[in-house]
């Protein structure tokens, strides 16, 4: 929340001449913390769903608050969060706001592209790891789809120049094969991108994508079994690298994957996969999935015994339930009360 808001707050100082004093964050914090949010475990959330409808009307219907917004985006979850209002009010002054923006757009869209998609914090385990905005084929797909909407070529090259970025990490990264997915069907369903730029983009991403099938689980191969069917283009040299690739799992990758993973409960995701894949691939995985089966019965028996051994046990005690009778006119009024200062 803080670097959003200090964007925000320095951009609104600059452009309405505002005076600005340091702790005016936590002053903000205090003043919303049990009237408008929540906080908790080192995050925000409103303190009820009238609350967040009502905030959204606001930046809805105010073009200023939009488009100070816009200029002060961090993140394309901004970005985002201010073309889902455009689309859920298509004649509202924020979607107004939006068309207008289309030719600043590629420029912010351009800078966020270089900001961090996952905030990293050192906890007892070691470094962890937590989401803070779009992932990069999320964001590839969020700027198609602009392009698609204001047809807007300058964009359809900056998803480009994203997604060649997306498959250079890729030699010192796993991709992660369902998002990838997910971003190909997303492209097909955007015409005028495709007919602009687009078809090559798809093309190259799912080359690439094949290309490092090496290092595709059994969920991943579970969600790569309707490629054929669902690709642009599919040809048979690309069959015969997914069938190749399939065929170097089945002979490693899977005995690879069996003895990486620990927990009964993985062993199981990796089991009922594999059971799935069969059926779809017409592969016969029986051998496998009785040694999984050993596998699991074993890993049971040795967490039950160090469950006993570490004296572990569950509270029976019920979370309390509380109720917030907050209305929507108790929301309007402590929204006026701030917007006074």
């Known amino acids: ?128 790891g937590h989401s803070i905005d779009l992932g990069s084929e999320s964001r590839i797909g969020f700027i198609a789809e602009l392009s698609e909407a204001f047809t807007s070529l300058p964009m359809v090259e900056i998803a480009t120049e994203a997604s060649e970025q997306l498959i250079i990490r890729w030699n010192g990264v796993v991709p992660e094969f369902t998002t990838v997915l997910h971003l190909l069907e997303g492209l097909r369903k955007l015409p005028w991108v495709l007919a602009h730029g687009g078809r090559a983009l798809y093309r190259r991403l799912l080359e690439e994508m094949l290309g490092h099938l090496t290092f595709a689980t059994a969920a991943d191969w579970l969600a790569l079994s309707d490629l054929p069917r669902q690709s642009m283009g599919w040809t048979p040299e690309d069959q015969a690298v997914l069938d190749q690739a399939f065929q170097e799992y089945c002979d490693e990758g899977l005995n690879e994957e069996r003895s990486n993973t620990g927990s009964s409960d993985e062993m199981g995701a990796l089991l009922n996969s594999l059971m799935e894949l069969g059926t779809k691939r017409n592969h016969n995985f029986t051998k496998e999935i009785r040694r999984l089966q050993e596998d699991i019965a074993e890993a049971e028996e040795e967490e039950h015994s160090e469950s006993l051994n570490s004296g572990e046990s569950f509270s029976s005690d019920a979370g309390a339930v509380s109720y917030d009778g907050t209305t929507d006119d108790d929301v309007r009024r402590m929204f006026e009360t701030l917007c006074d200062e």
């Open 1 to 128: 929340m803080e670097p959003a808001f200090r964007s925000l707050h320095r951009f609104r100082t600059k452009k309405y001449n505002r005076s600005a004093g340091p702790g005016e964050f936590r002053e903000a914090l205090r003043e919303l913390d049990g009237a408008f949010l929540t906080y908790g475990n080192g995050s925000a959330s409103y303190l009820n769903p009238s609350i967040r409808e009502f905030i959204a009307a606001l930046i809805t219907e105010d073009p200023d608050t939009a488009e100070d917004l816009l200029h002060s985006a961090i993140r394309f979850r901004q970005i985002a969060a201010l073309k889902e209002l455009s689309d859920q009010h298509p004649d509202s002054p924020v979607a107004k706001l939006l068309t207008a923006s289309a030719g600043i757009l590629p420029q912010r869209l351009r800078v966020l592209l270089q900001a961090p998609a996952i905030r990293w914090e050192k906890s007892r385990n070691g470094m962890s």
